[in-house]
């Protein structure tokens, strides 16, 4: 084996192929772009995007009753920097609407009567529910409540004594009470899945013509860009709408994850997300040169994807500026989606932020791909 | 529809260049309408740039005209309807078969009944037997001849050929060039690009560029004469030694060996002679003077406008 090193010009053929190598790499702007981004990205991304026991989660509370001792509760709720309270509520319908519709993580009811009974010693209940479908995102949260108890009233004078608790509160995790983790990973790949596949079917698409020069023949017969952009899109949402029944139904199947909503309408919306994601794949096909090329763009997208759409980390626990990256991204509409629909079993109504966001992505992506793409070989 | 209804191509004062050099420069050409013109050239010379233009392939920097009367500036659109254009490398899918890639053209096109076309095709192409085999699989010549299939199939007024023949076998060449006359009567037009001389007089007009200018164009009758190039044709032993010494003369414009025998030409008829007096009186060869053929028409005026450029 060694004996090929001491072979006379080993080395100068070696160094042949390795200089041709380098300079090769320095026409390839995408790729010499690659070896800078994907560490930087990562970097930052892991360093300061993700966080595993989230804080100032979004909170909604609904008070029956003004009064001292609540405040002082929330105040105390809100100190252990894990809840962070954005909606006010006026009535019960809310109280399950707002935690349906995803926009917050916890919602906090203090009953009326709530001083009264707590005066006369009778430990009034506090309840706290959580949307659990991200047993991640939430558990770290519910525990630190327990302390709140003992500690919330302690400065609080004409109060009972204080050696017992003098309130408890009932946390109720809903959606995933028993916090499996499957029954928030499998919709989540549901997502995640497609993004990957429907990204690289049509990222190659349009580079693989031109590659292969077939598309010369093709710009020379009349046929127009959104013509070639919706007859090669349509096959592949097929593909992947199989793909998604597939990924539901051994989710189904195997993890017993349950599908509350409309199933008609999880196909119907995930049909939505396929076409978003085949045409961001299909736009990067018209701006890349080539097919390696194709490629490095959709792994430059799908990372953001996988790490700040809300997939891996919960997305409420991120810094703002990663939440906006996140919002223009379509996997973190759709996990709203899917997981609303399979967990929480919500209806269109409580979607449409979502549906409005994928649809955007859709037009957008769409509106560079037929730009971008050169009708002519100048 | 602008110009004579029976002139095809008609376009004036065409340049196009990229990254600042220039590809093909200023050129105008006619096409009569169900003639075949041939486009000869050397590698480089912008044939392939020229017919791109021609199909709204490419935008011309300058200039401007019409492709069966539609603006190729303008109707791109309406070119590409009537107008088949094999490309230079085969461009169909590799991975499609006969069948399906004839049926995909059709298809395209808009025709009403493109299985029943394709099959047509495959009839008229001798592509029997072979529908089902995937175009990759193909030979050269099989793949050629599907190309051309595949361009004529939406009865396209005029086609644009890009060095059809290169790398096709002489028999293959030959029914390619039966099939191409074949569709000239039917009152087709054909521009075909060439490296082949004997390709080249089967044209009924042929135009030569070198350097992105046409540099000639007429029958091969009135190129040869257009020449005004004198030639003889040397034959005996030791050639290659004349070769050398008559290379550069004065009145000697070209020496190229041709099989067994040299030809010598010169614009210029007296200095010529004079040139080859000396070795007109060694018994050792034999002269005649003869017509230039067209390669040596050809490769006098690439040396010529050579010249000019540098």
């Given amino acids: 084996m060694l004996s090929v090193l001491r072979q006379p010009g080993f080395w100068r053929r070696v160094r042949a192929m390795l200089t041709k190598e380098f300079i090769q790499l ?121 302390r709140i108890v003992q500690l919330a009233l302690i400065n609080e004078r004409m109060l009972p004594d204080q050696t017992q608790p003098l309130f408890e509160i009932r946390s109720h995790a809903r959606y995933n009470p028993a916090a499996v983790s499957s029954l928030n990973i499998v919709p989540g790949l549901v997502g995640t899945i497609l993004t990957m596949t429907m990204l690289i079917f049509t990222a190659l698409s349009v580079t693989r013509e031109v590659e292969r020069v077939t598309m010369e023949s093709l710009l020379s017969m009349p046929i127009s860009p959104l013509e070639i952009m919706v007859g090669k899109i349509i096959p592949y949402i097929m593909v992947g709408f199989t793909q998604a029944a597939l990924i539901i139904g051994f989710g189904v199947l195997l993890f017993g994850v349950p599908i509350l909503g409309n199933l008609l309408l999880l196909a119907l919306l995930s049909t939505l997300f396929i076409a978003t994601n085949l045409s961001i794949g299909y736009s990067f096909s018209t701006v890349a040169q080539n097919q390696l090329q194709a490629i490095q763009m959709t792994f430059m997208f799908f990372l953001p994807n996988i790490l700040l759409s809300g997939f891996m980390f919960p997305f409420a626990g991120m810094p703002g500026w990663a939440q906006w990256i996140g919002e223009a991204l379509p996997l973190t509409h759709y996990l709203r989606i899917v997981r609303s629909i399979m967990l929480k079993g919500s209806g269109f109504a409580e979607l449409q932020y979502e549906v409005l966001a994928l649809f955007v992505l859709m037009l957008v992506a769409m509106t560079i791909a037929v730009t971008r793409f050169r009708r002519t070989l100048d | 529809m602008t110009g004579a209804p029976d002139i095809a191509i008609d376009v004036k004062g065409l340049t196009k260049s990229f990254d600042g050099r220039v590809v093909v420069r ?97 009839d008229r192409l001798g592509l029997h037997g072979r529908e089902e085999q995937l175009a990759a699989q193909l030979s050269g010549g099989w793949k050629q001849r599907l190309a051309l299939g595949a361009c004529t199939l939406p009865s396209p007024q005029l086609l644009l050929l890009d060095e059809p023949t290169a790398g096709v076998d002489p028999k ?139």
């Fill in chain 2, 172 to 310: 293959a060449r030959r029914e390619f060039w039966n099939e191409i006359h074949a569709l000239a009567n039917d009152g087709l037009t054909v521009l075909v690009s060439t490296h082949y001389m004997d390709e080249a007089e089967r044209c009924h007009e042929i135009a030569y560029i070198a350097y992105g200018e046409l540099l000639t164009h007429g029958t091969v009758e009135e190129v040869i004469e257009q020449s005004k190039l004198i030639t003889y044709k040397v034959s005996g032993d030791d050639l290659q030694k004349l070769l050398h010494q008559l290379d550069g003369k004065p009145g000697v414009d070209m020496v190229a060996p041709f099989g067994t025998s040299l030809h010598v030409s010169g614009r210029d008829e007296k200095k010529l002679e004079a040139a080859i007096k000396p070795y007109r009186a060694d018994k050792k060869f034999v002269w005649t003077r003869s017509e230039p053929s067209l390669e040596d028409v050809f490769i006098e005026l690439m040396n010529r406008s050579k010249d000019n450029f540098q």
């Fill in chain 2, 26 to 122: 200023d050129l105008s050409m006619q096409v009569k309408r169900g003639s075949i013109y041939g486009f000869l050239g050397p590698n480089g010379s912008g044939k392939t740039t020229t017919i791109r233009m021609l199909c709204g392939l490419l935008t011309p920097d300058s200039g401007e005209g019409t492709c069966l009367g539609y603006n190729i500036r303008t109707e791109a659109d309406q070119i590409k309807r009537h107008v088949g254009y094999m490309t230079q490398r085969f461009s169909l899918y590799q991975d499609l078969s006969v069948r399906e890639n004839l049926e995909f053209v059709a298809r395209i096109y808009g025709l009403n009944a493109p299985v029943k076309s394709a099959r047509e095709i495959i």
């Fill in chain 1, 26 to 146: 320095r026409r390839d702007r995408v790729s010499f772009a690659m070896i800078v981004m994907i560490p930087v990205m990562q970097l930052v991304l892991f360093g300061y995007a993700i966080n595993t026991t989230p804080r100032n989660l979004p909170t909604a509370v609904l008070l029956q009753e003004t009064s001292d001792v609540g405040r002082t509760i929330l105040a105390a709720i809100e100190r252990t920097g894990y809840f962070k309270i954005t909606h006010r509520l006026s009535s019960a319908e809310e109280f399950d609407q707002v935690l349906a519709s995803g926009r917050v993580l916890f919602a906090i009811e203090i009953p009326a009567g709530f001083e009264r009974a707590l005066r006369r010693g009778d430990m009034p209940a506090l309840l706290v529910a959580a949307d659990a479908t991200d047993p991640v995102a939430s558990g770290t949260a519910l525990g630190s409540l327990n």
